[in-house]
DNA sequence: GCAACCTCTGAGCCCGCTCTCAGCGCGCGG
DNA sequence: CCGCGCGCTGAGAGCGGGCTCAGAGGTTGC
């Protein structure tokens, strides 16, 4: 399976240092979710391209030379381990993301992220697996839009992502799992409006059923975190979603 | 086996003295652990190659002019001390930590070390081997980062890795091997999230087959002994994983 | 051979988190 | 000015992650 894609992202590509655009394979033998994750990675600004099993992975690898990989630990034909050795046979340098099920308890990941990389449990949100792979890039020094390190600020409001910590006005503030996925994706998007469909699709797993209610309500929970007391920076657009913009003066 | 990885470490890159990497030969007839310690020494800063047997080992070496070799006693062509030999002919102030059984001969290892060597029994973990290492280059004088000794501050929290010793705030805290070993990744991590699967895959040995569950117990057994009474330093980040942090006033 | 210690397993409990539901406020259009 | 519907928030149920205790098995040292 072989998906080169021109879709103009909606951020500046990601480019390494050489300033040539930063490369991934994304191999997941469902292509429904191989689909979804290159979109979400296009549009993060990453040349993208799938693989649907270890075999056409380990080939478009050899081909595509990728910076990192998102690899599905259960392949139809081979487990990701070995593909794991074949790929550092490829390109050495190369950083890998496993996706594996929360249930399969003996999924083979011991060691794994001994050498720097990393994974997610299925199922996660888009979010989770975006930052997840900037974390990886950031630590590998590849991309140059990362160099400034893990920390995210808009206005007074300072997010460290490495020791989850948010500060406002050098306040802590502490959040959930869920309320610090959901301002990261609103700090990423700083005074661009987000609709609760977007921010859906984003924050909460691939999975989820539930209604886009949730999102009304974990906006009002970080609002009393955030914006307690404080000149507000989460401002709701009626009809089209939710915006952060660091406070006018 | 020859595998050149340049990839940018986790870490600043361990530099001799003249600012030149380190180099790091692995030796070791299971891939799969030959991969994993690569990765993780890798992350550490090193620059890795690796090999399956002796003769490859030399031969590697002589390309290489490895400054530590991590080597397998048993080996399928030759003996670990075989290979010994011929790496200090090829360059004599080489560092070797040596990987064997643990009921291996003890004797013979005992006269190795006694040339400044050192050894771990398998079962190891990454931190036992990464630390070892340290070490060995720390007493050869090698390292410019290691100059500064065995010792790891975070907050009034203190550890001297050589002699083993932790103090909080002045007063002894004593440790088990675990607990030690646990703490001294919290303490090389200092502010930064590690998740339990990371945690598993640094301080306990590569093959062990349980459940992520022990790192909360010995987490809370470090509690009891590091926070006891104080302001705490170890927090928990639900659904993430684990913080150590300087208590902030 | 025994005692002390260490490591790990299992069970049970607690509590924080997530989400559903329902009622209300309020902005906006008629 | 009124009514509708979007959005906000409080209450509470259910769940699952995390903590702790108790105890078995293994290892070390005496």
């Known amino acids: ?15 390494r240092t050489d300033g040539t655009p930063l490369r991934v394979l994304v191999v997941d033998d469902d292509p429904d979710l191989a689909e979804v994750l290159s979109g979400a990675l296009r549009y993060e600004g990453w040349e993208v391209r799938t693989a649907g099993d270890g075999v056409s992975a380990v080939a478009a690898a050899r081909e595509l030379l990728p910076d990192a990989v998102v690899l599905d630990v259960m ?4 487990d990701g381990f070995a593909v794991l050795r074949s790929l550092h046979a490829v ?14 308890v003996e999924d083979r990941i011991a060691g ?32 140059r839009q990362l160099e400034d390190g893990p920390r995210l600020t808009v206005g007074d409001l300072v ?12 306040e802590l503030v502490e ?5 610090f996925e959901l301002l990261r994706l609103l700090m990423r998007n700083p005074r661009r409006v987000l609709s609760k469909a ?12 539930g209604q886009a209610h949730v999102v009304e309500l974990y906006i009002s929970y970080l609002r009393k975190k955030v914006d307690a007391g404080r000149e507000p920076m989460i401002h709701t657009v009626r009809g089209a979603g939710y915006v952060l913009k660091p406070v006018t003066r």
């Open 112 to 143: 794994i992220t001994a050498g720097g990389d990393d994974y997610v449990t299925k199922p996660f949100s888009l979010e989770e697996v975006v930052a997840r792979l900037r974390g990886l890039l950031r630590r590998a020094g590849m991309a």
């Open 91 to 104: 390109r050495p340098d190369v950083c890998v993301l496993f996706l594996t099920a929360r249930d399969a």
């Open 75 to 78: 392949l139809p034909d081979t």
């Open 198 to 209: 977007q921010i859906l699709d984003r924050v909460w797993s691939y999975d989820f059923g």
């Open 1 to 15: 399976m072989n998906t080169p894609r021109p879709r103009g992202p909606g951020r500046p590509a990601l480019t």
């Open 175 to 179: 959040l959930s799992r869920t309320e």
């Open 159 to 170: 997010m460290d992502e490495e020791a989850r910590e948010v500060t406002r006005g050098g």
